[in-house]
């Protein structure tokens, strides 16, 4: 089980607008931890797509877009096209007894109908 | 440009130690690097990271689980002892950017089985 959540599956029509959530909790988001996003597409290895909440790497499109509030995050992803049919990981740090931590989602897989 | 490659044995036995290298290119000595694994159809699990001022690690593989680095050979190092069918993935190194607490670069990633 991940210390963050994600849904398992999020679908979408081309064109359309996916939003994609990730819930922490006090000792990780909520705890003021930026979070991360990381697209996988099949057979390949995770790309950061989204860092410091709500910032784009060099090349990755501006209809792709973070945020944070609270103990949670989203991945919004407008104007969907079929390149955008990959599995997206949400990550961040996490403050434990043992100490500070990353810490992933367990993942969606989005679809494009 | 950051460029890592992951090398090192794709077939392990059970109770055998697994043993894998990262190769890097592109980088500068305020870089600091992580490996991550993923079983087959599962997420992402973080294994630990490797900063200047020591190895920090998920606790839940803390107790057999090894990161070192050879910086004249722009290498670092996994070492998962007394594996198991669980630890069965494709195992990642990337480089952990200290500033936003994240991955930039990741490798293609490396697949080892545990098997007999």
């Known amino acids: 089980q991940s210390v963050l959540t994600q849904p398992p599956s999020v679908s979408g029509a081309p064109g359309q607008r996916v939003t994609i959530s990730c819930t922490g909790s006090?000792?990780?988001?909520?705890?003021?931890?930026?979070v991360h996003w990381y697209q996988q597409l099949p057979g390949t290895a995770p790309k950061l797509l989204i860092y410091?909440?709500?910032n784009r790497p060099s090349g990755v499109p501006d209809r792709i877009s973070g945020s944070k509030s609270g103990t949670s995050a989203s991945l919004a992803i407008t104007g969907l096209q079929a390149e955008d049919e990959a599995d997206y990981y949400c990550?961040?740090?996490?403050?434990?007894?043992?100490?500070?931590?990353?810490?992933f989602g367990g993942g969606t897989k989005l679809t494009v109908l | 440009q950051v460029q890592l490659q992951e090398s090192g044995p794709g077939l392990v036995k059970p109770s055998e130690t697994l043993s894998l290298t990262c190769t890097v290119s592109?980088?500068?000595?305020?870089?600091?690097w992580g490996w991550i694994r993923q079983p087959p159809g599962k997420g992402l699990e973080w294994i630990g990271n490797?900063?200047?001022?020591?190895?920090y690690y998920n606790p839940s593989l803390k107790s057999r689980v090894t990161i070192s680095v050879d910086v004249s050979q722009n290498q670092f190092f996994l070492e998962v002892r007394s594996v198991t069918a669980a630890d069965t993935a494709v195992y990642y190194c990337?480089?952990?950017?200290?500033?936003?607490?994240?991955?930039?670069?990741w490798g293609p990633g490396t697949l080892v089985t545990v098997s007999s």
């Open positions: 990337a480089n952990w950017n200290m500033g936003a607490y994240n991955f930039d670069f």
């Open positions: 592109g980088y500068s000595s305020d870089y600091y």
């Open positions: 490797l900063y200047h001022s020591g190895t």
């Open positions: 006090s000792s990780n988001i909520g705890a003021g931890y930026d």
């Open positions: 410091g909440n709500n």
């Open positions: 990550q961040s740090y996490d403050s434990s007894l043992s100490g500070s931590d990353v810490v």
